[in-house]
């Protein structure tokens, strides 16, 4: 596609509900990146992957959080269980090579709201 | 680790004005800084990348440079116009690292 699309674009869950958040990266770029953004502030990493590998889940901030990439395209980021502390915008980033020189082109987002 | 930090934190300026906005880093050992714009509610817009080996970058009426040595970057920006208003994301990689390391950002706002 033209740029990196995410879907929904707001999600409204009750505490303890799962949710999945969808990311369609930019056609043939083969790394993928979650960050989280709270209000007023910079994001913060979660995940990368390298086609269907996590290559560095450092920044998921506890098992209940987790995604998967399973053809090397499409990723979705799960989160069990949820908090009010989840609430956030959740951020998806691609690129086309990894590793040395890459610039990160960013989707618009899922605003998350735990109720 | 790699920490970054934008300064100043907001910035209001008349139209027409040139500015420079400052970031720095604190693990000099980067592969590359990118420089994001955010509009409200929006996601990030991909303004210039620096490569570590690079001094600077230019697009149209932005420049950025990048003095690794020293862990700083600048974005300037001629000319200013109200539609530049936004809030400005710097970035740096983590050496060794894809991950980017964000500043908190300075929202600009440009007056007509």
């Known amino acids: 596609g033209a740029g990196v699309s995410q879907t929904p674009s707001n999600k409204v869950t009750e505490k303890g509900k799962y949710v999945e958040l969808r990311c369609d990266p930019i056609s043939g770029h083969t790394a993928l990146y979650w960050y989280r953004q709270s209000l007023g502030q910079g994001p913060e990493f979660l995940i990368y992957?390298?086609?269907?590998?996590?290559?560095?889940d450092s920044g998921l901030p506890n098992d209940r959080f987790f995604a998967v990439r399973p053809e090397g395209s499409v990723s979705t980021l799960k989160i069990q269980r949820t908090e009010r502390g989840d609430s956030a915008v959740y951020l998806c980033a691609s690129s086309q090579v990894a590793g040395g020189n890459n610039e990160q082109f960013f989707g618009p987002g899922t605003r998350l709201t735990v109720l | 680790k790699q920490e970054v930090t934008q300064i100043p934190a907001a910035l209001s300026v008349p139209e027409g004005e040139n500015l420079v906005l400052n970031c720095s880093f604190t693990d000099s050992a980067i592969y590359n800084l990118q420089w994001f714009r955010q509009d409200p509610g929006k996601g990030l817009t991909s303004l210039l990348l620096?490569?570590?080996?690079?001094r600077e970058q230019t697009s149209g009426r932005l420049n950025a440079s990048l003095d690794k040595s020293s862990g700083r970057s600048t974005l300037y920006i001629a000319a200013s116009q109200p539609g530049d208003s936004a809030t400005y994301l710097c970035a740096a990689d983590q050496g060794g690292s894809e991950k980017l390391v964000f500043g908190k950002g300075t929202k600009l706002t440009v007056n007509p």
């Open positions: 992957f390298q086609g269907t590998g996590a290559a560095d």
């Open positions: 620096i490569q570590s080996s690079q």
